[in-house]
């Protein structure tokens, strides 16, 4: 059973303590084949729109209307590519009503903006460039912010614009773009004005794992040793503790996780930490210390409102519970994971 559960556990860390969902995309979604400086070579538009259907019908059907909405809130441009695909209506009446109740008549506004922009000369107004900025920001769509960012003016703030190529890298990440994630946090860290920024380090640290780049992903956590931002610091250290797992040593896993925990639980990322460590400590033969860590990270999470990891949380306890024969704490434990999971819509726990 132990092997089982640190499958379990283990790839819920993927993307290393940032809100970024375990199973939101299906297996190899948006998982870039080459990558070279200034190109990409991935998934294709088509290939792209039939994963995302294919993951709102999964969504539907695990936990609802919700589940749906939060899709679609989070991808507004692949719900607008996917409901122009004739195949919308037989996957989910529900995307096309999500998206035209929510989020699609700004992202209709916001992609006509992008143009207007694009249109206004080399140097557009800085108070029109940026409200529209704002607006990109608020949104999800990693092509039309990076198309806002490329058309700053001469007097924009370096550090609104690198902010910006942050969000495009973040999002990018959660869509598993791991390529294009990377691309656009260098972009960021080239501008010329803008101070430092450790968490476009702490994203291509992450992207780079994801592909592959284990020597590099670790050569950039490196890097955030002496982060003075305590989260940003300690989800280094936990991606350092997966790193090792997946290579096969657990001791020093371990240790890597119980050092991003030493200073306690209070930051940002802590719920996935503890999660990550249970994981290890199960295949360790530390059960009882693995169930704690599994508590303790479901309450860190709820607390934080990262349901994601609480409803994964939930799951692995609800198992572990059931291979020692407690049906009772089990069943408990699924009623709360199913209650957690339609609540927020969550697919990835």
Same mark, same amino acid.
């Given at each position: 059973?132990? $092997?089982?559960?640190?499958?379990?556990? @283990?790839?819920? !860390?993927?993307?290393?303590?940032?809100?970024?969902?375990?199973?939101?995309?299906?297996?190899?979604?948006?998982?870039?084949? %080459?990558?070279?400086? =200034?190109?990409?070579? =991935?998934?294709?538009?088509? &290939? =792209?729109?039939?994963?995302?259907?294919?993951?709102?019908?999964?969504?539907?059907?695990?936990?609802?209307?919700?589940? /749906?909405?939060?899709?679609?809130?989070? &991808?507004?441009?692949? *719900?607008?590519?996917?409901?122009?695909?004739?195949?919308?209506?037989?996957?989910?009446?529900?995307?096309?009503?999500?998206?035209?109740?929510?989020?699609? $008549?700004?992202?209709?506004a916001l992609s006509a903006s992008v143009v207007e922009?694009?249109?206004? =000369?080399?140097?557009?107004? $800085?108070?029109?460039?940026?409200?529209?900025?704002?607006?990109?920001?608020?949104?999800?769509?990693?092509?039309?912010?990076?198309?806002?960012a490329e058309r700053a003016p001469r007097t924009a703030? $370096?550090?609104? %614009?690198?902010?910006?190529?942050?969000? /495009?890298?973040?999002?990018?990440?959660?869509?598993?773009?791991?390529?294009?994630?990377?691309?656009?946090?260098?972009?960021?860290?080239?501008?010329?004005?803008?101070?430092?920024d450790p968490n476009l380090t702490w994203i291509e640290?992450? #992207?780079?794992?994801?592909?592959?780049?284990?020597?590099? !992903?670790?050569?950039?956590?490196?890097?955030?040793?002496?982060?003075?931002?305590?989260? @940003?610091?300690?989800?280094?250290?936990?991606?350092?503790? %997966? @790193?090792?797992?997946?290579?096969?040593?657990?001791?020093? !896993?371990?240790?890597?996780?119980?050092? #991003?925990?030493?200073?306690?639980?209070? +930051?940002?990322?802590?719920?996935?930490?503890?999660?990550?460590? #249970?994981? @290890?400590?199960?295949?360790?033969?530390?059960?009882?210390?693995?169930?704690? &860590?599994?508590?303790?990270?479901?309450?860190?999470?709820?607390?934080?409102?990262?349901?994601?990891?609480?409803?994964?949380?939930?799951?692995?306890? #609800? *198992? +572990?519970?059931?291979?020692?024969?407690?049906?009772?704490?089990?069943?408990?434990?699924?009623?709360?994971?199913?209650?957690?999971?339609?609540?927020?819509?969550?697919?990835?726990?």
């Amino acid at each position: 059973m132990r $092997p089982r559960l640190l499958l379990l556990l @283990i790839p819920s !860390a993927a993307l290393a303590s940032c809100s970024a969902p375990a199973r939101e995309a299906s297996p190899g979604a948006a998982q870039p084949k %080459v990558v070279v400086e =200034g190109r990409v070579v =991935g998934q294709s538009d088509t &290939e =792209g729109t039939l994963l995302f259907l294919a993951r709102v019908r999964d969504a539907e059907a695990l936990a609802g209307a919700r589940a /749906v909405e939060r899709l679609v809130e989070r &991808e507004p441009d692949r *719900a607008a590519a996917a409901l122009e695909s004739r195949a919308a209506d037989s996957f989910s009446p529900l995307l096309r009503t999500s998206f035209e109740s929510g989020v699609g $008549p700004r992202w209709r506004a916001l992609s006509a903006s992008v143009v207007e922009l694009e249109r206004s =000369g080399p140097q557009p107004d $800085p108070l029109h460039w940026g409200a529209v900025l704002d607006e990109a920001l608020a949104l999800r769509d990693p092509a039309l912010l990076a198309r806002v960012a490329e058309r700053a003016p001469r007097t924009a703030d $370096p550090s609104r %614009v690198q902010l910006a190529f942050r969000r /495009v890298g973040e999002w990018q990440l959660e869509r598993r773009a791991n390529g294009e994630a990377v691309l656009a946090v260098r972009r960021g860290r080239a501008l010329a004005g803008a101070a430092p920024d450790p968490n476009l380090t702490w994203i291509e640290a992450r #992207a780079a794992r994801a592909l592959g780049q284990r020597g590099r !992903a670790l050569e950039l956590l490196g890097e955030l040793d002496g982060c003075t931002d305590t989260a @940003i610091r300690n989800q280094a250290l936990a991606l350092r503790g %997966v @790193i090792a797992a997946e290579a096969g040593d657990l001791v020093d !896993a371990r240790r890597w996780l119980e050092r #991003a925990l030493a200073e306690g639980d209070a +930051w940002n990322g802590a719920a996935r930490a503890r999660h990550d460590l #249970a994981g @290890i400590l199960f295949q360790l033969g530390d059960d009882a210390s693995g169930g704690a &860590e599994l508590r303790r990270a479901a309450e860190l999470a709820h607390a934080s409102g990262d349901y994601s990891t609480e409803a994964n949380a939930l799951r692995i306890e #609800a *198992a +572990w519970r059931a291979t020692r024969g407690e049906r009772e704490a089990s069943e408990q434990l699924l009623a709360r994971w199913r209650e957690v999971v339609t609540r927020h819509g969550i697919t990835d726990g």
